[in-house]
């Protein structure tokens, strides 16, 4: 993917809508082959990842998470760093773990790791940029291309956060590390965090860390938790966002008291996920859409249950998306 130069764009582009198919599952759960998509199933221009927090309460292996995530019909998987330093850690090789990956037919859509990049503890920050080296190191052997890149050192409501300059100097410093081993950071929006939680705030940070491998990662329930307006979208360039979380949320709790546990599959809440993901789509995005999730309702149920409705109702909402008439 080549990175436009110009960040923010108050542009948008026309984008064709594609023929969506459909596909009949089954969530027993036993079929030793793919029982997901197919060729017909694909609705371009976007892909379909898991991540793989919407089944951490099963406590599957990182080989496990794969195979269901491969069964389930997805394109790509974005797994947790501290799942693939347990298979390390237990004698595993990234060689191994990669070709598992590629002979199920995924691909690493992005992968989430908590290097603490931002501290104001220089000492801190620089064990901090190890990880992330690290991190994006084992992410480059398994093939993957992106890493996401939360605010932390900057993530707490309690404590004082650098200014939003100081925050886009020490976001480039992680990009230049990630352009080493060729793994895009995505500076990560989080709903919670005092400095990152508007959308405004993130594309200023990546515009003036001012680096060729500077994205951003936007997650619907976030953008709801950090009370912005879904409109602020427009704002940022397209071609910059190339991995988005889908999910929903309720409309209770209310939005000042929602947490993560509260996130529910794409359709059954109240975000206007159909209007959202049409104008992305028309404003240019050909990224993964990668179900993020943390419900421990659904982590009581079998995984692979799971991610077939995960996928299932993501596809909805994008093929909602594209009969849906902006007017």
């Known amino acids: 993917m080549t990175p436009r130069r110009q960040f923010l764009s108050a542009a948008t582009f026309a984008a064709g809508a594609a023929a969506i198919g459909t596909s009949s599952r089954s969530v027993l759960g036993n079929e030793p082959a793919t029982i997901g998509a197919t060729e017909s199933d694909s609705v371009a221009p976007v892909k379909f990842a898991l991540n793989t927090s919407t089944i951490r309460g099963q406590k599957l292996s990182i080989t496990q998470q794969i195979e269901v995530t491969s069964k389930a019909g997805y394109d790509g998987i974005e797994p947790w760093l501290r799942d693939i330093d347990r298979y390390v850690d237990e004698g595993g090789q990234l060689s191994d773990l990669r070709k598992r990956i590629e002979d199920a037919g995924l691909f690493v859509a992005s992968a989430i790791g908590f290097a603490n990049w931002i501290d104001d503890d220089e000492s801190v920050r ?19 291309q992106l890493i996401a890149a939360p605010p932390i050192g900057a993530h707490k409501s309690d404590s004082a956060s650098p200014p939003l ?7 480039r410093e992680l990009c230049k590390c990630g352009q080493a081993v060729g793994v895009r950071p995505q500076l990560e929006l989080w709903g919670l965090s005092p400095t990152l939680h508007k959308l405004g705030e993130l594309a200023y940070v990546a515009a003036e860390a001012a680096h060729p491998f500077a994205c951003v990662l936007p997650d619907f329930y976030h953008i709801y938790k950090g009370g912005n307006d879904f409109a602020s979208l427009a704002m940022i360039e397209a071609s910059r966002m190339f991995c988005f979380h889908i999910n929903d949320y309720p409309a209770m709790p209310p939005q000042p008291k929602i947490g993560d546990r509260d996130r529910i599959f794409p359709g059954d809440g109240i975000c206007p996920l159909p209007q959202v993901i049409r104008s992305l789509v028309d404003a240019g995005f050909k990224g993964t859409f990668s179900l993020e999730l943390f419900n421990p309702e659904y982590w009581k149920r079998a995984a692979l249950e799971v991610g077939l409705e995960g996928l299932e109702k993501s596809r909805t909402v994008v093929r909602q998306a594209m009969e849906f008439d902006l007017g």
């Open 126 to 144: 620089a064990s901090g940029l190890e990880t992330a080296r690290r991190d994006m190191g084992r992410i480059a052997e398994l093939g993957g």
């Open 165 to 171: 300059d100081t925050i886009a100097a020490r976001y």
